[in-house]
Structure formats: C-alpha cells, structure tokens
C-alpha cells in the first residue's frame, strides 16, 4: 500500500481506514477520466488506499469494491483522527532529502561533444557519491570515460546550490583516423569539478558542472600529464 500523508504515518503492512466527508466519491474502472464510473462511495462510508498512479488512487470500499479516485476527492477524506487527508508534495525539502539519483548530461570535452550518464547515492545532505560513463566523438578519436566521484554541495537548501566534486577514473581513447597506424591507448585520470544544481519540480532537477582532468599519460617519451577541461549541462531524477 503507498499511503503519502503528513499527519498520519504508516507502514507498508498497515491500512488506514479514511472517511468520506463529501458527498460521495466516484470509483472509476482504470486510472484515467475516460474509464467509467462504476460505484460511488457515500458520505460516512469508510475507504483504503491501495496504491497509487499519477494524481489517481486506487482505493477499497467497506464492501470490498475496489477501484480508483481522483487526488482532488481524496483529500476530501477524513484520517482516524478526525483531520482531513493531506498528501505529502515533492518539493524543495523532498529534493533536499533525496538519496538516489539519475541523469544525463551533454557538453564538451577538449572541444570534442561528449555524453554522460550517471548515477548517484547521497550518504547526508551535503554528501554522496557518483559512479558516471561518459562517450565523447571527435574527429580524430573517441573516448570513453568511467569515472567515480565524491560530491560535496555546501547549501543543499539554496534554490541555486552550488557543490564541488573530486573523482578517480579511466579514460579509454580510441583514434579513429590517422596517417600513422592508430594505436588505442588508456589512461587514468583525477578530476576537480564545480558546478550548479536547480530544483525544478516533481522528480526533477537541472545540472550545470565544469570539470578539470589530469590525465596520468606521462611516460618515458613524455614528461608531462595532460590536461583537459569539460563542461556539461543535463537533467536528472531523484528518489
């Protein structure tokens, strides 16, 4: 059972008996408008909340009746207690909560398109970390970038919250036309990084970030390691 209030809490296991206090509630076929209505539900008459789907909940009559309400005619039930019904919103204080997150992010990296995935687990509030895979196509070569993340985000409560990153990974180049015959190569890297997230709303949120890699490609024929920047802008979903 998925039951989402702020006065009332419950498990799993437990169902909450509510209380019509409308006139009536109509129990709908499917979780739509366009189903039909099948039964109506009286004033006084006591219902539970099965589960969910988008703004409609599928709910069971006192004579075992089972079928789905509008969001809007739910909260004009009453809990146990007397209090009417109301349904816990995602918001600014659900995105400062969240522990899982996926995304996906489009920029640049050393002037060559790139495109990441992500995913992410928030230990608290200002920390979590984040396994990603990104692929860049230039014209001379490809990449493909693994990479392992530490993200701290100082002002999680900030409506623009900035955060830092540092991250370990491996970046695997792959020329794809040369004069010389190619050789694939691959490197490991540390990356520094600053960015910008922005709630939007529901399960959403707006990713801004620019990144500075060392890549370890020093050898015997090189002295110096390389550095490249990225840049990115993408969306996510948390939970």
């Known amino acids: 059972m998925l039951l989402l209030v702020t006065s009332v809490r419950a498990t799993a296991d437990e169902e909450v008996p509510l209380t019509i206090d409308d006139p009536f509630i109509e129990m709908h076929t499917g979780a739509g408008s366009g189903y039909p209505i099948f039964h109506v539900v009286d004033r006084g008459q ?30 004009q039930t009453l809990l ?51 396994l990603t895979l990104g692929h860049s196509v230039g014209n001379v070569s490809s990449s493909l970038l693994y990479k392992l993340n530490l993200l701290m985000q100082p002002f999680p409560d900030w409506d623009y919250s900035p955060y ?38 529901r399960r959403f949120m707006l990713r801004l970030e620019f990144n500075e890699y060392v ?11 390389e550095d490249i920047n990225e840049w990115k802008l993408g969306f996510a979903i948390f939970f």
């Open 46 to 75: 006591k219902i539970i909340i099965l589960k969910r789907k988008t703004n409609w909940y599928k709910i069971r009559a006192e004579n075992g009746k089972e079928g789905w309400a509008t969001r809007e005619q739910m909260q």
């Open 80 to 130: 146990p207690d007397g209090q009417q019904l109301k349904f816990a919103e995602l918001d600014q204080n659900a995105f400062e909560r969240r522990r899982w997150e996926l995304g996906v992010t489009a920029g640049e990296l050393e002037d060559a398109p790139i495109t990441s995935v992500y995913g992410a687990y928030g230990f608290t509030r200002n920390f979590s970390t984040e």
């Open 164 to 201: 830092f990153t540092l991250g370990l990974g491996t970046i695997d180049v792959k020329p794809s036309a040369t004069l010389i015959e190619p050789a694939d190569k691959s490197n490991e890297f540390s990356q520094l990084g600053l960015g910008l997230r922005k709630y939007l709303s």
């Open 215 to 225: 890549i370890f490609s020093a050898s015997n024929d090189k002295d110096e390691n």
